[in-house]
Structures are given as C-alpha cells and as structure tokens.
C-alpha cells in the first residue's frame, strides 16, 4: 500500500523558517515527480512545488519562489520543503503529493497527482 507521509509543521513567527519532510511508503518513488501542495480554509487546494523524477527540474508557485526550496532524496524515498521568510499568508495545510514522471507537465493541476499524504498544519503567526 503506498503512503505518503508529511511531517515537520508547527507554529512560527513570520520571517521564521520550518522544513517539511515527505517520506514515501510502499514502492520506490525515484522515477516519480513528487510536489506540495497547500490548502487554507476556504480556499482551493493550491500548487506550492515540485520537482522532478531526477531532481534537476523544480518548480514554485510565484507567491513563494525565492522563499521556499524543494528537494528530494530518491535513495531515502523522500521529499522535503525548505520554508524561510515565512508570512501569515502561507499559514495552511501542506499536503505532499507523488505521480509518474509525466505529472510534472500538469503540476499545477492537483487532479494530475496520483499519491496524497494527509498533510501537515503550518500556523505562520504575525
């Protein structure tokens, strides 16, 4: 049974820093593109990034490019978020999400991610 498990939120100050972690369960997810993704209540589910199957292409949402950093370890099966610079606005639900190489086409789009995990709160307090 594959699973995705997310870890690493909390309550911060802004301008603070969390690192969420994503570990994966299951099967090998080293040929997968893996992502975040984060939900604020009321609203959509929102990209936040991904990156690709081998590592060498990422992608970020433009309200966190230049703050958040996404990264992954193919032989540990895991995917992590570097948040700094945190504000208020990027206070919600962070779920990671994994999908065959070709998701990160449609990144975007959460309909194109096949694995979710159940997410991990992030509070950014002003």
């Known amino acids: 049974q594959v699973q995705l498990e997310e870890s690493g939120g909390g309550l911060v100050q802004a301008g603070g820093s969390l690192r969420l972690s994503c570990t994966a369960s299951?099967?090998?997810?080293?040929?997968?593109?893996m992502g975040w993704f984060r939900q604020a209540p009321g609203k959509e589910r929102e990209f936040v990034a991904a990156?690709?199957?081998?590592?060498?292409?990422?992608y970020y949402s433009d309200s966190v490019k230049g703050r958040f950093t996404i990264s992954r370890d193919s032989a540990k099966n895991t995917v992590s978020l570097q948040m700094d610079s945190l504000k208020p606005e990027d206070t919600a639900v962070y779920y990671c999400?994994?999908?065959?190489?070709?998701?990160?086409?449609?990144?975007?789009?959460?309909?194109?991610?096949?694995?979710w995990g159940q997410g991990t709160q992030v509070i950014v307090s002003s």
């Open positions: 299951g099967r090998t997810f080293s040929s997968d593109a």
């Open positions: 990156i690709s199957w081998s590592g060498v292409s990422t």
């Open positions: 999400a994994a999908g065959n190489a070709a998701t990160i086409i449609y990144h975007v789009n959460p309909r194109s991610w096949a694995y």
